[in-house]
């Protein structure tokens, strides 16, 4: 490795191939020293040998850029690890589909201070953008979007489930809205914002963007406007028929109780 120099050190191996994985992404060739010693001994490894990122050098400028760039999902996992929000097992998500990883978003706002945070974060990222409020479906949705709305100084709206269809909390003044971004927690298959989007757009009020905390489909959502996650992960999702989790009998764990997609 004569012609890579180290860009970065970790202490916290997903984080370093989160970078690792970000960098590959963006056509840099990478080289994670120290990986094979710290996932066979990790406590001892951990403290004599940190995790090293490696690029080529004439690489390095690029891959800097990159991730600063990506500080925001760099910090977002931190505080979901500092909440104890990253979970591994099995799990029935909401939207009915089997994982071996599910994110506690519930861990994130029961911290205000870390909650708060996040929303600074979405609030950074959608200041270029013109919309009239910020809107949050019920439940996850309505803290977030309610901060994230009162850091930037905007309306807020939240929309819940009535009679099986998703619709606007009775109440609400829509008659100077023309444009609004919807606030997530997480996002899998985007099923309930997708539902969201369209119970805006039947009242002719158009949808600037969709921010969340964490896209863990992998960039595969497409909601036919500007997405804007904080962190994205490819997290593998099976649907119940076709689980490796439950033909190996793992016990299953069923959180949450929203109807989110």
Known sequence: MENYLVL???DNAFEAELAKALLEENGIAVELKNSLINSIYPTFAGDMY???LCVPVD?????REILDSYTDGFTTHKILQQ??????????????RHSSRYIEKIRIL??????SQLCKMMADRLSDLEFDAVVGPAYGGIALAFETARLISSQFIFTQRKDEKMT?????DLSG?????????????????????????EMNISVTAVAAIVDRSGG?????????????????????????????????????SSDKK
């Open 110 to 115: 029961q911290n205000p201070e870390q909650a």
């Open 59 to 63: 690489s390095s400028e690029a891959a």
């Open 8 to 10: 970065e050190t970790y």
């Open 177 to 201: 809205i023309k444009s609004v971004v919807i606030i997530e927690d997480i996002v899998t298959t985007g099923g309930s914002v997708k539902e969201v989007i369209d119970c805006f757009r």
């Open 83 to 96: 909440e104890n929000a990253l979970l591994e097992g099995h799990f029935q998500l909401t939207s009915g």
């Open 50 to 52: 940190r995790l090293e």
């Open 168 to 172: 606007v909390r009775n109440g609400f």
């Open 220 to 256: 595969k959502v497409d909601f036919r406007c500007e997405f804007i996650p904080l962190l994205t992960l490819d997290i593998p999702s099976w649907e119940a028929d076709e689980c490796p989790l439950c033909k190996n009998e793992m016990p299953i764990i069923k959180p949450g």
